[in-house]
């Protein structure tokens, strides 16, 4: 499980430890990829270039950019993603990644909880 909080302009966030060094990380639910990450971060994580992929952004705008497979340390595991690089210093958290997840966001406390959900039927015996 892991814990964040809402900013005072209303972004849910998490904070990721990658390589010893804390980064805040935002859930963008209308982003639908994996991830959108600093490309100070392009080093650390060694990506694998997976191909290009068209993106579709607010305001019917579409682009094509490069595509990269890194592994990810996330919720205490390296899980295996999909990611973008752009210059700037945020991680942009997409569905696509949290779709084994709870996402539980509540404005009011400003707090954010990701918690692991198990499949109904994976829950059957």
């Given amino acids: 499980m892991m814990h964040g909080t809402v900013s005072d302009i209303g972004v849910p966030t998490i904070i990721l430890s990658i390589e010893g060094q ?3 990380a935002m859930i963008d639910t209308g982003f639908n990829g994996d991830l959108e990450l600093p490309e100070v971060l392009r080093n650390v994580l060694k990506p694998q270039y997976a191909g290009r ?3 579709s952004l607010a305001g019917g705008q579409t682009i094509e950019e490069d595509v990269y497979l890194v592994d990810f340390p996330f919720d205490g595991q390296i899980v295996q993603a999909k990611a973008t690089f752009v ?3 945020e991680i942009l958290i997409g569905t696509h990644l949290l779709q084994e997840y709870r996402l539980q966001i509540d404005f009011v406390r ?3 909880v990701l918690e692991k959900a198990i499949r109904f ?3 059957i015996i």
Avoid: K
Wanted: glycine content about 6%; overall charge negative; aromatic content about 6%.
């Fill in 110 to 112: 400003q707090t954010v």
């Fill in 121 to 123: 039927s994976e829950s």
């Fill in 22 to 24: 804390d980064w805040q």
């Fill in 87 to 89: 210059v700037g210093s």
């Fill in 53 to 55: 992929v068209t993106s």
